[in-house]
């Protein structure tokens, strides 16, 4: 079946060093892949998204590059600040505008001052 | 617009109690759904609805019983808590995908 896996956390940076959260999912056909950020105490927001291969998402810093042969969608950020101390889930969608999301386990990131 | 909103925020429960998760969005989407949260397992799919009157389940539906009776509304019910149901539960709504969620409820059963 579908899976999303995330490396494992928490992940400890000083601020404005380099983030890279690790994605890689298996699915059959063509998925879309999204990154949710969670703050503390909050709701799921979307991040970013990408919908076919080679696609790049980007927001806020963040970038995620669709990677087909390598089933992967990592996520990247090359100046953390304090304020991105969060949770970041990668998730894809198999289901057209179902919406229906299959989520990785979720990757904790503390960014100290 | 209010987008998802969620009520409670919090509850406690005993083992065996019922109670409802109340879940609105007024953003006229047709599809809805409701996911736990367990610490290192990321988001698990519970029900979901595709539009009124409609309801599948997701990859956890036991314990856990839904309705779609109006495009707005899609409550949770518990019909008799377990404490394997003590999580933080995420309602959502979709519009051509991408899902916006509501704020959660935490639940402690005892």
């Known amino acids: 079946g579908n899976s999303v896996t995330q490396m494992e956390g928490p992940v400890t940076l000083s601020e404005e060093a380099f983030l890279t959260i690790n994605c890689t999912y298996t699915?059959?056909?063509?998925?879309?892949l999204f990154w949710y950020v969670q703050y503390p105490g909050e709701g799921l927001q979307l991040l970013l998204k990408a919908t076919k291969a080679d696609d790049k998402g980007s927001n806020k810093g963040f970038e995620a590059t669709y990677r087909k042969e390598t089933t992967s969608f990592h996520l990247e950020k090359g100046s953390v600040q304090v304020s991105d101390s969060a949770v970041y889930f990668c998730a894809l969608r198999q289901d057209g505008n179902t919406g229906k999301l299959i989520f990785g386990q979720g990757t904790t990131l503390q960014v100290k001052p | 617009n209010a987008g998802v909103t969620q009520t409670p925020k919090f509850q406690v429960l005993k083992t065996g109690q019922s109670m409802t998760l109340q879940c609105a969005q007024d953003?006229?989407?047709?599809?809805m759904s409701w996911y736990r949260q367990d610490p290192g397992m990321g988001l698990r799919l519970i029900h979901y609805s595709v539009g009124a009157g409609i309801t599948d389940q997701g990859e956890v539906p036991n314990g856990y019983n839904v309705s779609r009776s109006t495009t707005e509304d899609f409550p949770l019910r518990l019909l008799s808590a377990a404490p394997s149901q003590t999580s933080v539960y995420f309602c959502?709504?979709?519009?051509?995908?991408?899902?916006?969620f509501g704020p959660g409820t935490r639940l402690t059963v005892l």
């Open positions: 953003m006229n989407h047709e599809y």
């Open positions: 699915a059959t056909g063509y998925p879309s």
């Open positions: 959502a709504s979709s519009y051509w995908g991408e899902q916006f």
